[in-house]
């Protein structure tokens, strides 16, 4: 979900920046003869405007209803037809219908939108036809708004420089979005006080440091079996859960919370309850949060959420903003996933396996009611003030994507 919220984000910028230059275009606002409908007002004329006729000239009936100016009485025997001016020729008639064109003939020479930088080009503009093929029910106009977003006018203004420089900014927010967390640790984590928590976020440990360097505080670490217990046990004793060679460390076993002088507790997951009573805080990683406020989590979060309101103790869940998402969990099943169950029930237990249905959650959803406040890159936020986030992120045309 993160990888679809950068896509928005991408989206916002380039669709901010087409309006900016449409608002700031001087051609659109000097074009004192250009009517808001794309068409030209003519200038006040002391002479009488010739009034056109009532066929279109476009239309094919136009070019079948010429009227002849010379005819010839010769060439006829009825008397009552008229023969203008007294003339002895008669024009050829045999004029030809232009053929009626359908709007598919229109379409095929419009070009196919094939660049996400098309999105800058004005709503509505179409490509001008070639000569002679132009659909009688289509009106296009080129006027000089169209004329100033053309390539090479002194009017137009290449954004792609502006929207790579956006993009580039979203790129140094990622890189610094958990130092940028871990700032107001100290505004949050006091001493002496109990911190519960869950996983091996790297977000939740690098905030958990900042505040060790000031405060002294004690970490109840749940283990998260059976899917994140191994990375959980690396965290702690700072040794890496590496299965490969060719993997990459994370900065998350570079430095642990007991070599900074945190005391850590390692529990099992079935004693968070017992324990919650003697905890003051309780501080939270997340996979994704929605809009409604809720979030994913990882398995067994709700749990802990669960517990700490019954015992009256804060949530607080740190995350930044590019993990916020502007979609609604209409279907909560459909956001977790389900790993392996071999890891809750061996398959060699098979008198077991083969009498009961075994599933292993990998997230948790925790609806918004259960999380008192959401500390992200920009600030802290109570889980109602999440929408004003995602308006000023994202587009509402740009939720489904």
Same mark, same amino acid.
């Given at each position: 979900?993160?990888?679809?919220?950068?896509?928005? %984000?991408?989206? @916002?910028?380039? %669709?901010?920046?087409?309006?900016?230059?449409?608002?700031?275009?001087?051609?659109?606002?000097?074009?004192?003869?250009? &009517?808001?409908?794309?068409?030209?007002?003519?200038?006040?004329?002391?002479?009488?405007?010739?009034?056109?006729?009532?066929?279109?000239?476009?239309?094919?009936?136009?070019?079948?209803?010429?009227?002849? $100016?010379?005819?010839?009485?010769?060439?006829?025997?009825?008397?009552?037809?008229?023969?203008?001016?007294?003339?002895?020729?008669?024009?050829?008639?045999?004029?030809?219908?232009?053929?009626?064109?359908?709007?598919?003939?229109?379409?095929?020479?419009?070009?196919?939108?094939?660049?996400?930088?098309?999105?800058?080009?004005?709503?509505?503009?179409?490509?001008?036809?070639?000569?002679?093929?132009?659909?009688?029910?289509?009106?296009?106009?080129?006027?000089?708004? @169209?004329?100033?977003?053309?390539?090479?006018?002194?009017?137009?203004?290449?954004?792609?420089?502006?929207?790579?420089?956006?993009?580039?900014?979203?790129?140094?927010?990622?890189?610094?979005?958990?130092?940028?967390?871990?700032?107001?640790?100290?505004?949050?984590?006091?001493?002496?006080?109990?911190?519960?928590?869950?996983?091996?976020?790297?977000?939740?440990?690098?905030?958990?440091?900042?505040?060790?360097?000031?405060?002294?505080?004690?970490?109840? @670490?749940?283990?998260?079996?059976?899917?994140?217990?191994?990375?959980?046990?690396?965290?702690?004793?700072?040794?890496?859960?590496?299965?490969?060679?060719?993997?990459?460390?994370?900065?998350?076993?570079?430095?642990?919370?007991?070599?900074?002088?945190?005391?850590?507790?390692?529990?099992?997951? &079935?004693?968070?309850?017992?324990?919650?009573? %003697?905890?003051?805080?309780?501080?939270?990683?997340? @996979?994704?949060?929605?809009?409604?406020?809720?979030?994913?989590?990882?398995?067994?979060?709700?749990?802990?959420?669960?517990?700490?309101?019954?015992?009256?103790?804060?949530?607080?869940?740190? &995350?930044?903003?590019?993990?916020? &998402?502007?979609?609604?969990?209409?279907?909560?099943?459909?956001?977790?996933?389900?790993?392996?169950?071999?890891?809750?029930?061996?398959?060699? $237990? %098979?008198?077991?396996?083969?009498?009961?249905?075994?599933?292993?959650?990998?997230?948790?959803?925790?609806?918004?009611?259960?999380?008192?406040?959401?500390?992200?890159?920009?600030?802290?936020?109570?889980?109602?003030?999440?929408?004003?986030?995602?308006?000023?992120?994202?587009?509402?045309? $740009?939720?489904?994507?």
């Amino acid at each position: 979900m993160a990888v679809g919220n950068i896509v928005r %984000r991408v989206l @916002h910028l380039i %669709r901010s920046e087409a309006e900016d230059n449409r608002d700031g275009d001087p051609s659109v606002s000097s074009d004192a003869g250009e &009517s808001r409908d794309g068409r030209m007002e003519a200038a006040p004329s002391t002479t009488r405007p010739v009034l056109s006729s009532s066929v279109s000239t476009l239309s094919p009936l136009r070019h079948a209803a010429v009227q002849p $100016d010379h005819f010839s009485a010769e060439d006829t025997d009825d008397d009552s037809f008229p023969v203008p001016n007294g003339s002895k020729t008669l024009p050829d008639l045999t004029i030809q219908r232009p053929p009626l064109l359908t709007a598919h003939s229109y379409s095929t020479t419009t070009p196919m939108i094939t660049s996400m930088f098309n999105l800058l080009s004005h709503p509505g503009t179409l490509s001008p036809a070639t000569p002679g093929t132009a659909s009688p029910t289509v009106r296009t106009s080129l006027t000089a708004t @169209h004329l100033a977003n053309l390539p090479g006018h002194p009017h137009h203004r290449d954004l792609k420089p502006d929207i790579i420089g956006g993009i580039e900014e979203i790129i140094d927010e990622l890189d610094q979005v958990d130092t940028q967390i871990a700032a107001y640790a100290l505004e949050h984590i006091h001493a002496n006080e109990i911190i519960l928590t869950h996983s091996s976020s790297l977000t939740v440990q690098k905030f958990l440091l900042r505040a060790a360097a000031k405060r002294h505080f004690t970490v109840i @670490h749940a283990e998260s079996y059976p899917n994140g217990h191994t990375a959980t046990h690396a965290t702690i004793t700072g040794t890496s859960s590496r299965r490969h060679e060719d993997e990459s460390p994370s900065e998350t076993f570079q430095k642990t919370l007991t070599a900074a002088g945190v005391t850590v507790i390692l529990i099992p997951d &079935s004693a968070i309850y017992a324990l919650m009573s %003697r905890v003051n805080k309780v501080i939270l990683g997340t @996979h994704a949060v929605l809009a409604n406020g809720g979030l994913v989590a990882a398995a067994g979060s709700r749990t802990i959420a669960n517990a700490a309101r019954e015992h009256s103790t804060p949530v607080v869940v740190v &995350s930044g903003v590019y993990k916020l &998402s502007p979609v609604y969990p209409f279907d909560f099943e459909a956001l977790i996933e389900h790993g392996d169950a071999g890891k809750v029930v061996g398959y060699d $237990d %098979r008198n077991l396996v083969e009498k009961v249905q075994v599933v292993n959650p990998v997230y948790d959803y925790v609806p918004a009611e259960l999380v008192n406040l959401y500390i992200t890159n920009i600030g802290g936020h109570a889980p109602s003030y999440l929408y004003k986030i995602v308006s000023d992120h994202y587009r509402v045309e $740009d939720i489904i994507l």
